[in-house]
């Protein structure tokens, strides 16, 4: 079985992407996913961060908010939280490749893929883009965004034109939703008859 990663930044439509992998069969894992079923209602980390950070958690699971007063800016308290929520999500994917080992290929959707470095245990990387200007009003037009939180989060992600450098596959979303479907179901094809399936 090969294991692809699937990344792009803050508003490139990488979510649109990983649904369009699943509508052709593609075996997906979405780690962001997994962390808000682990953090919702009745999730499995929810005494362990509400034990850490008191006051966090609620019967809706995490306060996204209260908890992200509590970390951001607090590189320490950052830290804690990943010790809690990292080995969770590594259990889930481990059982997911476990679950589809027969599979010919599957595809993990990781956000901060580059920031991570977990390309070096993967056998190809696929980053979705868009021309910046397409990027920006993606994400403005999310609800509470800023131009200066946007600016914030993109500082902390590595520059697009990195990620294209360092990829081995790349979804162009700049163009129409049908267009980007095309390049989708290429893309399948193409991995598909790489394991000569």
Known sequence: MKIY???GSIGMGKSAVAAMLRREGVPLFDADAEVHRLQGPGGALLPAIEARFPGTTGPQGVDRVKLGAAVFGHPQELKALERIVHPAV??????FLRRNRSR???VLDIPLLFEGRGERKLDG????????????KRVLARPRMTAAKFRQIVNLQTPDAEKRRRADYIVHTGTTFAGTRSQVRRLVACLGAKTGR
């Open 90 to 95: 590594h259990a889930a994917r481990a059982e």
């Open 125 to 136: 990387v696929i980053v979705v883009s868009a021309p910046a200007w397409k990027q920006r």
């Open 5 to 7: 990663g699937l990344t």
């Open 104 to 106: 010919a290929f599957v």
